[in-house]
């Protein structure tokens, strides 16, 4: 027995079932089988594609040699395409949906458990704690769900061995199970969790569903504290800015009334660090903004960043009948420009009006792309600070500022703003690199206090791929950028596969789709990246 190498959809799977070459004696074979076997012949030599139709019945109640024949084949065909496709993916995500059925032949998931189990590996934890990593965090995670569902609570201890680990995808899969089978008893081995995650999404979700599990009666206010007194202090130690914003919405979804005096105290220090030096950077504004944010969260008073000693005295004459406000009930999605919290206090937007912005957003949202981005600009804007301010442009062959002056726009100018929206038509090409140039370029004019204004977060939406080389439009804006040092956030709408199909050949040998470049875009500025429809 030995277990060979799979590569599905670009994730290298060691096969889980041992490779067993069907008996020629094999019986009469039912019409799943039958059909199957015809497809399998075609498939092996490349003339067939991937077919829910025959695949997902074999797997669920055909012959167990045949299943376990397929892996060999997919053993063969996805080794030469390792950088994976959506077939593939496809492949991968049938397999393992239909591996978690019950119907699947014991041995089948047997093996799928030992090939999961025989990856573990111990990590130090203090005291006598149990805690396991994995040789494979990626895979393993993706398997956490079905084995779950195959094992039920019997799988409840090896989920809570994996949330005192160390890997982020282990802690967050585990994490998710343990919250679906109601397990309040884990809570402090989930919420521990905390400390080894930095990705936004992961910390997102872990506040979901601690949030979750606090409302059953087998999680204690007590314990609910204990945790949020562990993402404070790592709030504190914690040297990376953008880190420092996705704790606090980790706080935000836990809710408790530890966090407030907390956060005050961060607002003051940030504000004081703000106050001593000319030199600050621009992360200390964005954070400062959202401390500000997370208070007014959760508990309803709409104090302000500048002035620290209102929140202190709010909370002297309120902290014993202090009540937090229930979460907002506002889909990600529709905070901020297009799921990303507006921050600065100096905002351009960016939005494409070119050919790209033609048609439908996507499968499931048939508005218009047009219709989307109105809807979105003007939900941004009007959630904005009442201090900050803000400049739109449009770029297709041409780029149209709404005010002539950078920043020159105030939250009482919106009827300005909804007759350009209305105005504009999408056409032309897309030439994102000028207006770039035009938004971090341009200077603002000195203000009644003698001081300049300059952008310090951007908000790039593109709907397909820049005239520009994309590997010219990074360098450019890294040189642009160097002083500025202003956060650029980039939003694609559509769907992901259509963005995909934009991927063309550049010089030097580069190759970026619309959804690589607007990425690295985000990334190299301190931003974020969302697909949206």
């Known amino acids: ?73 997919l053993e063969r065909k996805w080794k030469r395409r390792a950088n994976g496709a959506p077939e593939g993916m ?14 699947a032949a014991k041995s089948v998931r047997a093996a799928l458990h030992g090939r999961f189990m025989v990856g573990i590996v111990p990590v130090e934890a203090p005291g006598d704690v149990v805690a396991w990593n994995h040789k494979e965090p990626e895979l393993a995670a993706r398997l956490i769900g079905p084995l779950t569902r195959i094992y039920g609570r019997q799988f409840r201890s090896t989920l809570e061995n994996f949330c005192r680990g160390r890997e982020p995808a282990l802690i967050v899969a585990s994490a998710e199970q343990l919250m679906r089978m109601r397990a309040g008893e884990s809570f402090l081995s989930i919420g521990r969790g905390v400390q080894w995650l930095n990705e936004e999404s992961h910390l997102r979700d872990l506040g979901r569903y601690l ?61 004081g660090i703000m106050m001593g030096t000319r030199a600050y950077p621009t992360s200390t504004t964005f954070y400062l903004t959202a401390v500000n944010e997370a208070l007014r969260d959760l508990t309803g008073f709409w104090g302000s960043a500048s002035k620290p000693e209102g929140w202190k005295k709010w909370f002297e004459t309120t902290q014993r009948t202090m009540q937090l406000k229930p979460k907002k009930l506002v889909p990600y999605a529709n905070r901020g420009f297009f799921g990303i919290p507006v921050r600065g206090r100096h905002v351009l937007f ?75 038509r999408a056409g032309g090409p897309p030439l994102l690199l000028s207006a770039l140039q035009l938004g971090l370029e341009g200077r603002g004019r000195p203000t009644q206090t003698k001081t300049w204004r300059s952008v310090d977060e951007v908000f790039v939406l593109a709907a397909g791929s820049p005239v520009s080389e994309p590997y010219v439009i990074l360098r450019k804006v890294g040189e642009w950028n160097l002083k500025r040092s202003a956060r650029i956030n980039a939003v694609f709408l559509g769907t992901v596969e259509k963005a995909m199909k934009t991927k063309r050949e550049v010089k030097r040998g580069r190759s970026y789709g619309a959804v690589d470049f607007l990425q690295r875009l985000a990334v190299q500025n301190g931003g974020r990246f969302l697909v949206r429809q």
């Open 90 to 103: 496809q492949i991968q995500s049938m397999l393992l949906r239909a591996l978690s059925q019950r119907s």
């Open 1 to 73: 027995m030995h277990y060979d190498h799979v590569v599905l959809g670009g994730l290298t799977l060691l096969a889980i079932l041992p490779v067993v070459v069907p008996s020629a004696s094999v019986q009469t074979a039912d019409p799943v089988t039958t059909r199957f076997r015809a497809w399998y012949r075609k498939f092996r030599v490349g003339k067939a594609r991937y077919d829910a139709r025959v695949l997902n019945p074999m797997l669920l109640r055909g012959n167990e040699a045949d299943v376990k024949n397929l892996f060999r084949v």
């Open 350 to 424: 960016l939005i494409d009006a070119s050919d790209h912005m033609k048609g439908k957003a996507g499968v499931v949202n048939q508005a218009t792309k047009m219709d989307r981005m109105r809807e979105g600009l003007r939900r941004a804007v009007g959630e904005l600070d009442p201090e900050a301010r803000f400049n739109v442009m449009l770029y297709s062959e041409a780029v149209r500022r709404l005010e002539s002056r950078p920043l020159g726009l105030r939250r009482d100018r919106l009827a300005k703003l909804d007759k350009m929206l209305n105005r504009v």
């Open 211 to 271: 949030s979750s599990m606090a409302s059953t009666d087998k999680v204690s206010q007590g314990q609910v504290d204990y945790i949020a007194d562990i993402g404070a202090r790592r709030l504190t130690t914690e040297a990376d800015p953008l880190v420092k914003e996705r704790l606090l919405q980790f706080l935000l979804e836990l809710r408790s009334r530890r966090t407030v005096p907390f956060l005050i105290s961060e607002l003051d220090k940030t504000r």
